[in-house]
Every structure is written in structure tokens, then in C-alpha cells.
């Protein structure tokens, strides 16, 4: 009896909290003292529901004098910018002609690839598409943990042993 009076109080106040009238949980814990809610919320809210989600885009075969700057002006023209970068060469802090632009929902995205995708600026016809998820499989270049050789010592790239 307790325990439906309290599980009650709290659907109550997070009714009040949430402006729901049955908002949806779970009681992970129930004891004399204490109550143990799931941290995961579920509350139905009703009416119709946007799906506004960023969108990023890559941004390719950009003039080496284009700076972040530029990026976030010339995509601001298709909606708001949430970010816009150019990379840069670690070593010699050069643009490597690319770039990343995040826009504010896939809308904007949308529009903004369909109007720049194969635009001339700076004399480069700009390479614009909606980014690929990073592959987290390790850095590229350079040699493998095993060189090769005998006893670990020299001899060629990446896992060539003999």
C-alpha cells in the first residue's frame, strides 16, 4: 500500500513537472527509505513531432586561401551554421583544401549541397556532399608495428616480415 501511494506521488509530481498528465517510468529500487528511479525518462508528449536534426557536410577541392571564416559565410546564405572548418596540415598549418560545415538541420544541408555542389569559387569547382561517419579503424601512413627484417631491425613497410 505504501508503495503504490508513493510510486502514485511521484507519477504526480513528475506530471506536474513534465506538464503530462502520465508520464511513464521505471523503479529500478523500492524501499521503506528510499526510491531508485531509471534515469531514462519516457514521457509521451502528443502532437506532432519535428524531426530537426544538424547535418555536416564535407567540403572538398576548396582554394588553399579559404578560411574557416569564408566557409561559415558562404553556407550561411542556405541557413544557420552550427560549425565550419578547413583542415589544416599538422605540420605546416597549410589548408589541405578541404573542409567541414555543420548546418543547423538536413533541410538546410540539403539545400545548401544542391546549391553549392559544383560551384566555381576562387577558380575550383567546389566538391560538396553530406560528410561520411569518421572510420575509427587507426591513423593512416607511416610504418606498421612490425617492420619486417630480422630481429625487428629495418627492412621495408608494415608487416613484411621474413
Same mark, same amino acid.
Given at each position: 500500500?505504501?508503495?503504490?501511494?508513493?510510486?502514485?506521488? +511521484?507519477?504526480?509530481?513528475?506530471?506536474?513537472?513534465?506538464?503530462?498528465?502520465?508520464?511513464?517510468?521505471?523503479?529500478?529500487?523500492?524501499?521503506?527509505?528510499?526510491?531508485?528511479?531509471?534515469?531514462?525518462?519516457?514521457?509521451?508528449?502528443?502532437?506532432?513531432?519535428?524531426?530537426?536534426?544538424?547535418?555536416?557536410?564535407?567540403?572538398?577541392? +576548396?582554394?588553399?586561401?579559404?578560411?574557416?571564416?569564408?566557409?561559415?559565410?558562404?553556407?550561411?546564405?542556405?541557413?544557420?551554421?552550427?560549425?565550419? &572548418?578547413?583542415?589544416?596540415?599538422?605540420?605546416?598549418?597549410?589548408?589541405?583544401?578541404?573542409?567541414?560545415?555543420?548546418?543547423?538541420?538536413? &533541410?538546410?544541408?540539403?539545400?545548401? +549541397?544542391?546549391?553549392?555542389?559544383?560551384?566555381?569559387?576562387?577558380?575550383? /569547382?567546389?566538391?560538396?556532399?553530406?560528410?561520411?561517419?569518421?572510420?575509427?579503424?587507426?591513423?593512416?601512413?607511416?610504418?606498421? /608495428?612490425?617492420?619486417?627484417?630480422? &630481429?625487428?631491425?629495418?627492412?621495408?613497410?608494415?608487416? &613484411? /616480415?621474413?
Amino acid at each position: 500500500m505504501v508503495r503504490e501511494q508513493v510510486l502514485i506521488g +511521484i507519477e504526480v509530481a513528475l506530471a506536474v513537472f513534465f506538464e503530462h498528465p502520465k508520464p511513464t517510468f521505471v523503479a529500478n529500487r523500492f524501499s521503506a527509505k528510499t526510491i531508485s528511479l531509471d534515469t531514462s525518462l519516457s514521457v509521451p508528449c502528443g502532437g506532432k513531432v519535428t524531426n530537426i536534426m544538424a547535418m555536416k557536410l564535407y567540403v572538398g577541392n +576548396i582554394s588553399f586561401n579559404t578560411s574557416s571564416n569564408d566557409l561559415q559565410s558562404m553556407f550561411a546564405a542556405y541557413g544557420p551554421v552550427l560549425s565550419a &572548418s578547413v583542415i589544416e596540415d599538422r605540420e605546416t598549418g597549410r589548408s589541405r583544401g578541404f573542409g567541414f560545415v555543420e548546418m543547423e538541420s538536413t &533541410s538546410d544541408g540539403a539545400t545548401a +549541397i544542391e546549391q553549392l555542389n559544383g560551384k566555381e569559387v576562387d577558380g575550383r /569547382s567546389l566538391k560538396v556532399n553530406e560528410a561520411k561517419p569518421r572510420d575509427n579503424a587507426g591513423g593512416g601512413g607511416g610504418r606498421g /608495428s612490425n617492420r619486417g627484417g630480422k &630481429s625487428g631491425y629495418g627492412g621495408g613497410y608494415g608487416g &613484411s /616480415s621474413w
